[in-house]
């Protein structure tokens, strides 16, 4: 079974053109403001109500939250759990890798020198190094890709759009990350997944019946 890219782009066109225009958007917005402008614009609009639900939207994009649901997928098709588990994990380190080269400081680094005039939600730790990009963008973004890509209803790309959205504006908010960083964490994350999939998936072994069954399926009959 050979996917080419194309394969994986068509399979995926309702995510993929959503996330084209919104991306234009981004840079659109770069090209007329500062880093520090759409820092403060963000930092500087928040509420009890926001305060209290963006750590639970950032969570969404964590590592552990990816690897318990591929876990939970692994009951019903080993393929799914595979897909996700593998793309989490190449797109991760590759981010790990990015971070580490850029070594770019996180706003309550960059602003030391103005820390009375930001916001930091209670009870979140606040990083101060690796900045650029952001891996919770990253793993939120292509996720949605993947997701998409084995998604019958291709209606599910907008909630999935919105989901890495959300993601990548609780980075923010957070003060975790900068704007550019999330710009970059969803580059990332949507091409790399898309070049995993179309090799991953293409692979022999893993379009078997062996592989499209899982823990809680009955075994078949000798």
């Not at 971070?99 to 020198?113: E, G, M, S, V, W």
Request: glycine share 6%; hydrophobic share 50%.
């Amino acid at each position: 079974m050979n996917i080419s890219i194309k394969d994986v782009l068509q399979r995926i066109k309702p995510f993929f053109v959503l996330y084209l225009v919104l991306l234009c958007g981004c840079f659109v917005v770069k090209l007329l403001y500062s880093k520090d402008d759409i820092y403060f614009a963000v930092n500087t609009r928040h509420t009890d109500f926001l305060d209290t639900i963006e750590p639970y939207i950032t969570n969404l994009g964590n590592g552990w939250t990816i690897v318990i649901i591929a876990g939970v997928l692994a009951l019903y098709n080993y393929r799914i759990a595979f897909l996700m588990l593998t793309t989490f994990l190449l797109t991760s380190l590759a981010v790990q890798i990015a971070k580490f080269c850029f070594d770019a400081p996180r706003p309550k680094l960059y602003f030391k020198d103005q820390l009375s005039k930001l916001h930091f939600v209670k009870g979140v730790d606040i990083l101060s190094h690796n900045s650029f990009p952001s891996g919770h963008t990253l793993t939120a973004f292509a996720t949605g890709v993947l997701v998409t890509y084995l998604a019958k209803n291709k209606n599910w790309a907008y909630l999935l759009v919105f989901y890495g959205v959300m993601v990548g504006f609780s980075r923010m908010y957070l003060s975790e990350h900068f704007f550019e960083d999330v710009m970059a964490g969803s580059v990332m994350g949507v091409f790399l997944a898309i070049c995993w999939i179309r090799w991953i998936d293409s692979r022999k072994f893993i379009n078997s019946p062996a592989w499209n069954r899982g823990l809680l399926s009955p075994k078949s009959e000798v």
